[in-house]
């Protein structure tokens, strides 16, 4: 059972989300929680309840169907960060100037499933 989840307009940069999400891409869905949850960046807890959801999603998924659900079988088979809007603002500068100040959000979005469903990606 294939389950997404989306988080958008995260207050992050897309290229330290994705850092953050490269550790956990491919790894087993329980596991990439527990690293997340001691991962040092600030980025690791939005990434980490964006896997926490798509996995609630797929126990949802899964009783609607009514297919067993086992939580320890769930790998992420996709994860990335897209860029979203930027947010310009201005900073006052030495003699009257101002500069530009880019707050850049992202879109993080995470695919979780089985084995058989990463064999079905991987045949498409």
């Known amino acids: 059972m294939e389950a997404k989840a989306q988080a958008k307009y995260v207050r992050c940069t897309p290229m330290k989300a994705r850092r953050v999400i490269n550790v956990v891409r491919g790894k087993n869905a329980l596991e990439a929680t527990n ?3 001691f991962a040092p960046q600030a980025a690791a807890v939005p ?3 964006v896997v926490e959801s798509a996995i609630a999603n797929a126990r949802v998924k899964a009783q609607a169907a009514g297919e067993t659900f086992r ?3 769930l790998l992420i088979l996709e994860a990335y960060a897209d860029e979203g809007p930027t947010l ?5 500068r030495a003699q ?3 500069s530009r100040i880019l707050k850049r959000t992202s879109h993080i979005t995470v695919v979780v499933g089985t084995k058989d469903d990463a064999k079905k ?3 498409r």
């Open 88 to 92: 310009k603002r201005f900073r006052p």
């Open 71 to 73: 939580e320890e079988e």
């Open 35 to 37: 690293v997340l949850r």
């Open 47 to 49: 990434v980490r309840k």
């Open 96 to 98: 009257g100037r101002a």
């Open 121 to 123: 990606e991987g045949a």
